[in-house]
């Protein structure tokens, strides 16, 4: 570890890709977060916001044999469901190659157990689905700070409903962004139940 992060955030700014700018990794004392546009897209805050939204919308007596990540960033997400179900088989969808590179550099990634990365679009993987079934299903996916409207589709949840026994959203609720949040989950309730869980600066949805 750098001696200049006992005394301040360590600020390492990564070149634009095809899919995401503004990107940097801020590293202060044992801690790593990944920004896109402002926004945190991996580190303590992602654990903390997955991790409420697992325990509290996920049965504690549930243990998935096969789970999928729709976004992976650096991948604070598969860290979390390594380390609280050890035995399950992640898949992880992402789109830009970019955000695995720095999640092998900067997060420990290839330390990640029985973790499968598919470098895609979620949308292309989840319609090209055809007899796989998900125990559970994380969708974390953003572009930038912004959510791709055809991942808000209800064609695109139904669909993953069809092929996963619990599927959990993950919105941030804060800001410039509780105005599109609150608009997804009306639609959302117009062809599913569901329930959810607030954080600090997020809501996670579970589809029942």
Same mark, same amino acid.
């Given at each position: #570890? ?9 600020? *390492? ?9 503004? &990107? ?9 977060? $990944? ?9 303590? &805050? #992602?654990?903390? $916001? ?30 979390? $469901? ?7 088989? &992640? ?7 970019? #955000?695995?590179?720095?999640? !092998?550099?900067? =997060?420990?990634?290839?330390? /990640?157990?029985?973790?499968? *990365? ?10 090209? #689905? ?16 912004? *959510? ?9 949840? !139904? ?9 959990? $959203? ?13 608009? =997804? ?9 569901? /329930?959810? &869980?607030?954080?600090?600066?997020? *809501?996670? /949805?579970?589809?029942?």
């Amino acid at each position: #570890m750098s001696i200049l992060r006992f005394f301040g955030p360590e600020t *390492i700014k990564i070149p634009n890709s095809k899919f995401n700018k503004n &990107i940097s990794v801020v590293r202060y004392l044992n801690t790593s977060n $990944i920004l896109v546009d402002g926004l945190i897209e991996s580190g303590d &805050i #992602m654990t903390q $916001i997955w991790r409420a939204g697992v325990s509290k919308l996920i049965p504690k007596s549930f243990q998935p044999k096969s789970v999928l990540l729709l976004g992976l960033a650096g991948g604070s997400n598969a860290t979390l $469901i390594n380390k609280r179900y050890p035995d399950a088989s &992640i898949t992880a969808v992402e789109i830009d190659p970019l #955000m695995v590179d720095i999640g !092998r550099k900067y =997060f420990a990634l290839n330390k /990640v157990k029985n973790l499968h *990365i598919v470098i895609a679009d979620a949308l292309n993987f989840v319609n090209n #689905m055809r007899d796989e079934h998900y125990d559970l299903v994380l969708v974390d996916c953003f572009v930038g700070k912004e *959510i791709p409207k055809k991942l808000e589709s209800l064609d695109f949840f !139904r669909r993953l409903k069809d092929h996963s026994r619990f599927t959990l $959203i993950n919105r941030v609720y804060w800001l410039d962004h509780r105005v599109p949040t609150l608009s =997804f989950l009306k639609s959302l309730s117009t062809q599913f139940f569901f /329930v959810k &869980i607030h954080t600090r600066s997020n *809501i996670v /949805v579970s589809l029942v």
